[in-house]
Nanobody
Framework: VQLQASGGGLVQAGGSLRLSCAAS????????RGWFRQAPGKEREFVAAIRKGSDSTYYADSVKGRFTISGDGAKNTVYLQMNSLKPEDTAVYYCAASNVFGGPTVPSLYGYWGQGTQVTVSS
């Protein structure tokens, strides 16, 4: 199983980025799919998730209304569209897959992880 995250970069505050996470070795839509982020010196935190077996989505309060998670079954890929970016969104972003029902927000419930992609938002 491999999750390959991409799409990070440097952007000015107010800008947008779209992260992608392509999965191989598993059918992504059969899992809850999540995005997490980790800033230097901080713990990994939940950003967004899609429920296993459905299109229901879940978001951290800090990104609600600005970020959108979506999946493409045909491409076995999950996306994170990030708009109105703020400097506090700066972090390494990780995609993950979980066999737990619902939209798990705890990193330990995810069994598969991508390698992370750096997002830096300048003020």
């Amino acid at each position: 199983v491999q999750l390959q995250a991409s799409g990070g970069g440097l952007v000015q505050a107010g800008g947008s980025l779209r992260l992608s996470c392509a999965a191989s070795g598993l059918t992504f839509s059969n899992y809850a799919r999540g995005w997490f982020r980790q800033a230097p010196g901080k713990e990994r935190e939940f950003v967004a998730a899609i429920r296993k077996g459905s299109d229901s989505t879940y978001y951290a309060d800090s990104v609600k209304g600005r970020f959108t998670i979506s999946g493409d079954g045909a491409k076995n890929t999950v996306y994170l569209q990030m708009n109105s970016l703020k400097p506090e969104d700066t972090a390494v972003y990780y995609c993950a897959a979980s066999n737990v029902f619902g939209g798990p927000t705890v990193p330990s419930l995810y069994g598969y992880w991508g390698q992370g992609t750096q997002v830096t938002v300048s003020s």
